[in-house]
Nanobody, 117 residues
Framework: QVQLVESGGGLVQAGDSLRLSCAAS????????IAWFRQAPGKEREFVAD??AYADSVKGRFTISRDNAKNTVYLQMNTLKPEDTAIYYC????????????????WGQGTQVTVSS
């Protein structure tokens, strides 16, 4: 298995940037497909990004990257909007990438991102 810990969330104003980190331990980090999801109050958990795709709502603003040597994946979030406010999670699974959160067995604890107007 793999353990995941997110960090880097916070309170920012619209237009600001944040970089989220997902630190992994356990099985070889490079063996897993890693994705970012988010969940806002009262809304369904949704896919944000992985190494091959971005949600339409974040394209051009968010960038995912990965450093296997540090066992860490990053989500750079630029030009943040109030609608980006959510708990952000990184998740991992063994059998390739996917956008359905229900197929990911390994999750971090989440990090809160709040974007004010």
């Amino acid at each position: 298995q793999v353990q995941l810990v997110e960090s880097g969330g916070g309170l920012v104003q619209a237009g600001d940037s944040l970089r989220l980190s997902c630190a992994a331990s356990g099985r070889t980090f490079s063996s897993y497909a890693i994705a970012w999801f988010r969940q806002a109050p009262g809304k369904e958990r949704e896919f944000v990004a992985d190494n091959t795709a971005y949600a339409d709502s974040v394209k051009g603003r968010f960038t995912i990257s990965r450093d296997n040597a540090k066992n860490t994946v990053y989500l750079q979030m630029n030009t943040l909007k109030p609608e980006d406010t959510a708990i952000y999670y990184c998740a991992a699974r063994v059998y390739g990438r996917g956008t359905n959160w229900r197929t990911y067995p390994y999750w971090g604890q989440g990090t809160q991102v709040t974007v004010s107007s």
